[in-house]
């Protein structure tokens, strides 16, 4: 399987400060402890802690739109505007989300970018889809910032891959700690346990 890796790719976390990740998903800390909370442009610390563990998918669209050269939105910002296209949906106080025909209809009108879904697929098809104009936003379990445990399950979190090999699969974790958080490195094989075939080409 013929490689490509992007340079270069800014990081976007899912939280205001990337060096509270681990501190958040590791030990409880509270978002709103990081002074910085308020740079993701939510002014409503109960309204930031909702949705900062939920918006993965912008996250990776803002590295896509760092990358390509434009002045990123903050995460706020981007959630209302996916909102407004029913990207989530709330229900009960429960999100249903990213919902991936939406977002691409959302990311495709907003921002003149290429969305392709796939809703089965290999990770060996969807990955070699990396070329120097497209990233893949793929589908795995969180459970990826630590692939020396055992997951329980696949699916349910989306992280940015910008690079693949013969053997290897490059990519940013909105979520992740180190060193399974930005330009993270995990085989073909140990990527494929955690991921849900399915996941969406983004072409700019």
């Not at 205001?16 to 409503?44: H, K, L, M, T, Y």
């Not at 998918?57 to 981007?78: N, W």
């Not at 296209?85 to 025909?101: A, M, N, T």
């Not at 959302?106 to 104009?133: C, H, M, P, Q, Y």
């Amino acid at each position: 399987m013929e490689g490509f890796f992007h340079c270069n790719v800014p990081y976007f976390s899912q939280w205001a400060s990337p060096e509270f990740n681990a501190r958040i998903v590791n030990d409880g800390f509270d978002p709103c402890q990081d002074p910085n909370w308020q740079n993701s442009g939510f002014i409503n610390p109960e309204e930031y802690r909702f949705w900062s563990r939920r918006i993965c998918g912008l996250a990776c669209l803002q590295s896509i739109l760092a990358y390509t050269g434009r002045l990123p939105e903050t995460a706020f910002e981007l959630l209302q505007d996916a909102l407004s296209f029913h990207v989530f949906e709330i229900e009960k106080s429960q999100v249903k989300g990213l919902i991936y025909d939406p977002f691409a209809n959302w990311v495709e009108r907003r921002f003149e970018l290429g969305v392709t879904v796939f809703a089965r697929i290999s990770v060996e098809s969807l990955v070699g889809k990396v070329r120097d104009n497209a990233m893949v936003i793929a589908s795995v379990s969180t459970e990826i910032r630590n692939p020396t445990i055992s997951n329980l399950r696949r699916g349910g979190h989306l992280v940015l891959v910008h690079g693949f090999d013969s053997r290897f699969i490059r990519f940013h974790n909105p979520s992740g700690v180190s060193p399974y958080m930005e330009n993270a490195t995990l085989s073909i094989e140990e990527f494929d346990g955690f991921f849900a075939s399915r996941g969406m080409l983004v072409t700019f």
